[in-house]
């Protein structure tokens, strides 16, 4: 209607995101590479790999805005190889109990 503004819903900003990642063994570790956002995260059991990047992703929120930036802005995506890296990954998990506080991650597990 003319004269009305369309309020928009607001939203937790953890809620927005849904970022893929690719996870790969190095050494003793599991190393989990965003996609859309260079964000890399560690852990030592292959059964945390979601919710190891998925803190990682809250942390990088949480920092671009006490920057005074939008979540995650400013942060590019990252190198190519690691997006091929997911497109050949054949394995996919997710957390299967999250809140609405934390972020939509999948990590792809490359071979």
Do not use: C
Not at 33 to 45: C, L, N, P, S
Not at 50 to 63: D, Y
Not at 98 to 107: F, G, R
């Amino acid at each position: 209607m003319i004269g009305q503004s369309k309020a928009k819903p607001t939203l937790n900003p953890m809620h927005q995101f849904h970022i893929n990642a690719v996870a790969f063994k190095e050494g003793d570790a599991w190393v989990i590479q965003g996609i859309e956002y260079d964000i890399v995260a560690h852990t030592r059991e292959v059964t945390t790999l979601p919710h190891a990047f998925m803190r990682a992703v809250s942390e990088n929120i949480i920092i671009t805005q006490s920057l005074g930036r939008q979540p995650l802005e400013g942060i590019k995506a990252a190198p190519e190889r690691f997006r091929a890296l997911y497109e050949s990954a054949s394995v996919e998990m997710r957390l299967t109990r999250k809140n609405d506080q934390e972020p939509d991650v999948a990590v792809r597990l490359a071979a």
